[in-house]
């Protein structure tokens, strides 16, 4: 196990139950989970298959608990795993948890998704809280664009006093954001990175300045990097080295571990070879 801490935000690089150990319960604010889906991704060291679907479902329920009693008694979770394996987390928890909003996150494909099926293109997200008389949801953090009322400058008739629609609502729970892409400044090298503008409404939502956020299976550490832009504490588990060094660069800024240099991969598209080059460049190339 390797741990970071900086600026409020710790980074472990620790199997999950190890580091959660670690939490004490009762002391998180918001806890956003995206773990490995069972659907037989490569995540570098490790493949995201189990022998069977029980045995997933028996491991994600044993953090599942433990990530509950790390929550401070108005804290909220937001859980998001494959629609196939959505429905048992969904029974699971609402015997543990109140489930307020089941999330749709929707987004296209650049490719072709099946050929004798309807192929998926959303992920679904479970938001919970603990109380569902006392939790954090601040609702004008995150409004966006009420189209009707911004755009067709509709009356609503039916008030004392007739006036125009609101411009601006609390969103749905269909949320449009796109997959993080090769081209975008965001991506890194992992193969299910969640796009900052999904964590930056989710924190945004359910937490407050100085409150502490954790991402039990962080990968890129999003949600820490989110939380450093939010002014939010974090803590974010990540069992494969090559990943959480990367947190260690996204987040504390870090451009070293253990004596070895941490750089960001260069994309293909920044990498400019000798052949490249044209004539005078590579004369100036060769002084």
């Known amino acids: 196990m390797d741990i970071y801490e900086e600026n409020g935000h710790i980074l472990m690089n620790s199997d999950v ?10 002391s998180v604010d918001l806890i956003f989970i995206d773990p490995p889906y069972n659907i037989g991704k490569d995540f570098n060291t490790t493949k ?9 479902l028996q491991w994600s329920y044993s ?13 909220s979770l937001y859980i998001m795993t494959s629609t196939q394996f959505m429905p048992y987390y969904d029974i699971y928890i609402r015997r543990k948890l109140a489930i307020l909003s089941r999330i749709v996150w929707r987004y296209d494909s650049s490719g072709v998704q099946a050929k004798k099926y309807f192929g998926s293109l959303y992920e679904p997200i479970l938001f919970c809280v603990k109380n569902e008389k006392d939790y954090c949801f601040n609702s004008d953090e995150i409004r966006v664009e009420a189209k009707t009322g911004a755009k067709r400058k509709l009356i609503d008739y ?19 954001f796109p997959r993080v892409r090769y081209r975008m400044e965001e991506y890194e090298n992992h193969p299910a990175q969640k796009p900052v ?53 996204r987040v504390l ?18 990498i400019v070879t000798h052949t490249q080059m044209n004539l005078f460049e590579r004369a100036a190339y060769h002084g």
Not at 160 to 176: L, M, R
């Open 253 to 270: 800024k870090k451009d070293a571990h253990n004596g070895k240099p941490i750089k960001r991969e260069p994309k293909t598209y920044e």
């Open 197 to 249: 503008a999904l964590l930056e409404r989710i924190i945004k939502a359910s937490s407050h300045k100085g409150g502490l956020v954790l991402d039990p299976c962080s990968g890129t550490f999003t949600t820490s990097f989110v939380c450093e832009k939010l002014e939010r504490k974090s803590i974010g588990i990540e069992i494969d080295e090559t990943y959480y060094q990367i947190g260690l660069r």
């Open 17 to 26: 139950f190890d580091g959660l150990r670690l939490i004490p319960d009762g």
């Open 63 to 75: 953090w599942i608990d433990i990530c509950i009693h790390k929550l401070k008694s108005n804290g």
């Open 48 to 56: 995201d298959t189990w022998k069977t679907d029980e045995a997933y």
């Open 158 to 176: 039916r008030k004392p006093v007739p006036a125009q629609y609101n411009s601006t609502k609390v969103p749905g729970n269909v949320w449009e």
